[in-house]
């Protein structure tokens, strides 16, 4: 009995063959939750878009150095993570503009009001514990899948989960 392929790797070696569908159909699998993932970290959904798009550009730019070792989704998530970084920095020169942040409140929340406290909640929260944060409890990453996009180990994940869980509970309150 051989070892059946993870779909992603077929996906990769198809797209590596030329086939338009199967990169059409990785695209269409990805893309959502990148940008998602990305509107976490930014308050402006054009903004989220580009960093989604480029995220995708930048896998395509190394597609032929890329070596699929494990699920496509933990690089792409690892390109984006170090897009939003570069956000982060940037923003951080900049002064915290609260008006952005009222006007987009987390469309997934029923509430505006509640999907805006979530947002100011998690924007308070130290960068490397927002960070996993938003990779556990918005994009319902596993565990391992954030240690190896975040490149850290799995205590040090859970140590940050929890963290972040005290943090969350306490601005909440």
Do not use: W
Not at 13 to 35: H, P, W
Not at 67 to 75: E, S
Not at 76 to 102: G, I, P, W
Not at 117 to 131: D, F, G, Y
């Amino acid at each position: 009995m051989g070892v059946v392929p993870e779909p992603d790797f077929l996906l990769v070696q198809k797209m590596r063959m030329g086939d338009e569908k199967a990169l059409e159909a990785f695209v269409t699998k990805y893309y959502s939750k990148i940008l998602a993932y990305c509107r976490m970290h930014t308050d402006d959904q054009d903004y989220a878009q580009d960093l989604a798009q480029e995220t995708f550009a930048r896998f395509f730019r190394s597609f032929r150095q890329y070596q699929h070792y494990g699920k496509a989704a933990n690089y792409l998530y690892v390109v984006a993570s170090n897009l939003c970084s570069d956000y982060y920095r940037r923003k951080k020169e900049q002064l915290f503009d609260t008006d952005a942040v009222r006007d987009a409140p987390d469309e997934r929340c029923g509430d505006p009001d509640i999907g805006l406290m979530v947002r100011m909640a998690l924007e308070r929260l130290p960068e490397e514990i927002r960070e996993t944060a938003v990779l556990y409890f918005m994009q319902e990453r596993k565990q391992k899948d954030i240690a190896a996009i975040l490149g850290i180990g799995l205590p040090l994940v859970k140590y940050r989960i929890r963290r972040a869980r005290e943090l969350l509970s306490e601005y909440l309150e």
